[in-house]
């Protein structure tokens, strides 16, 4: 009888006792996590150096110089927080403060309800007349603020504004959208018109965002279209409501662009210091009062923070978030 040789399994490699792979595993795996963040770094890095460059630093810069006075008199010295003690008791910004909280009061709920009314009318248009039209009402906001100003302040102009014509052809005295008696609601109109378009737009993507099943349940029970908008619309899209008022209400008090384009036609009406940002940019570039200006801009962006952030915080606590 002959016996057949058989060959022996390889031996299989045996894992450490621990379990653990080996570690020049761990070492390339290691590596490559390094590269990958290496790599992200390299492309928020221009990011990062212009954010720092063109917001931080003069952001910086100019909190030091609201903590210096400089005359030509004493020259430059520090006073702490001697010019924010001033600027919240200067009848001039809390003027300004007033006309913009003002302006609050009518131009969010005015933008809010054309932009509100106009979503809800093109969420139940049909698809190509709701794009037409969802185009026609955004148009304006892509018109840069300026332009928008611009053409607003020749629209009012009495002298050779359309608006006189059309009045004058029936007879009648053209009112001046500029005057003082005017210019409030000259004002309300003009950035009603520019931003609408754009809070339309969140609102409107808020809507598309509901099922539709949810709508389909309601006609069931014999809802119409007014009650689906106000009791299931509506409700589902406070969230993008408060997003909405609260840019208006960021925007509004920085109010600067459209009183300064008006002003150069508005006759007196809007004085230099008509707003808190207007007030600022007259002591910077008027008055060469660049410290004190630092201090109502700091000052007015403190404002502004805190009122943005109690909006939010009561709006969040009123609807039981934490």
């Known amino acids: 009888m002959t016996t057949q040789a058989v060959d022996a399994p390889a031996p299989t490699p045996q894992r450490p006792a621990n379990g ?43 909190f030091g110089m609201s903590l210096f006075s400089s005359t030509l008199a004493t020259g430059t010295k520090f006073v702490g927080v001697d010019n924010y003690v001033k600027a919240f008791t200067d009848p001039l910004f809390l003027g300004g403060m007033g006309r913009v909280l003002l302006y609050a009061i009518v131009m969010i709920p005015a933008q809010l309800i054309v932009a509100g009314v106009a979503a809800l009318l093109l969420d139940t248009l049909a698809t190509w007349l709701s794009k037409v039209s969802r185009l026609l009402i955004f148009a304006p906001y892509a018109i840069p603020v300026v332009i928008g100003a611009l053409m607003w302040s020749f629209l009012y102009s009495p002298r050779f504004g359309p608006g006189s014509t059309i009045f004058e052809a029936f007879g009648l005295d053209a009112p001046n959208f500029l005057s003082k008696d005017n210019i409030f609601f000259s004002l309300v109109n003009v950035v009603t018109w520019q931003w609408s378009g754009y809070y339309m737009i969140v609102i409107y993507a808020a809507l598309r965002a509901i099922d539709a099943s949810i709508y389909e349940a309601a006609r069931i029970d014999g809802a119409n279209g007014l009650q689906i908008a106000t ?60 410290n004190y200006a630092s201090t109502i801009a700091f000052s007015l962006g403190i404002l502004v923070f805190l009122g943005s952030f109690g909006f939010l915080f009561l709006t969040r606590k009123q609807n039981g978030l934490k």
């Open 20 to 62: 653990r792979r080996p570690a020049s595993g761990l070492r390339r795996r290691r590596s490559g996590i390094e590269r990958r963040q290496n790599v992200g770094w390299l492309f928020i890095t221009p990011f990062l150096v212009i954010f720092a460059a063109f917001l931080v630093f003069p952001l910086v810069y100019a």
């Open 231 to 290: 009791r299931i619309k509506i409700p589902m899209i406070s969230s993008s409501m408060v997003m909405v008022i609260t840019f208006a209400l960021i925007g509004t008090l920085q109010f600067f662009t459209e009183p300064t384009v008006l002003r150069s036609v508005a006759s007196g009406a809007l004085p230099a210091d008509y707003t808190p940002n207007m007030y600022a940019f007259a002591l910077a570039f008027s008055y060469s009062q660049f």
